[in-house]
């Protein structure tokens, strides 16, 4: 599995950014999809998770109500809609794909291949 991550960029605190992630698989509605970030100086955080066929999804409370994580199986992509953005949101973000017919992990650890990351930077 090779993920490409996407969309990052730079952006004013309450604005919007929609991260995709590509994934290089031939059963990608086999693999649960998340993302987690890391910033400068801290722990890589896991923020979202979304199941195999997309209907269950997980949250860190730090960015429920703002990121939706979605997938188009048809386009072996993921998404995650990252709106009111905060300059503690600032972090290289980076998508996971867990192993096959795993149905949805809400840890880090749970997913078996990562991307290479894209770097979301919010000004105050």
């Known amino acids: 599995v090779q993920l490409q991550a996407s969309g990052g960029g730079l952006v004013q605190a309450g604005g919007s950014l929609r991260l995709s992630c590509a994934a290089s698989?031939?059963?990608?509605?086999?693999?649960?999809m998340g993302w987690s970030r890391q910033a400068p100086g801290k722990e890589r955080e896991f923020v979202a998770a979304?199941?195999?066929?997309?209907?269950?999804?997980y949250y860190a409370d730090s960015v429920k109500g703002r990121f939706t994580i979605s997938r188009d199986n048809a386009k072996n992509t993921v998404y995650l809609q990252m709106n009111s953005l905060k300059p503690e949101d600032t972090a290289v973000y980076y998508c996971?794909?867990?192993?096959?017919?795993?149905?949805?992990?809400?840890?880090?650890?749970?997913?078996?291949?990562w991307g290479q990351g894209t770097q979301v930077t919010v000004s105050s």
């Open positions: 698989v031939r059963t990608f509605s086999s693999h649960a």
């Open positions: 979304v199941s195999r066929g997309g209907v269950d999804t």
């Open positions: 996971a794909a867990s192993p096959a017919y795993y149905y949805i992990g809400r840890q880090g650890n749970e997913y078996d291949y």
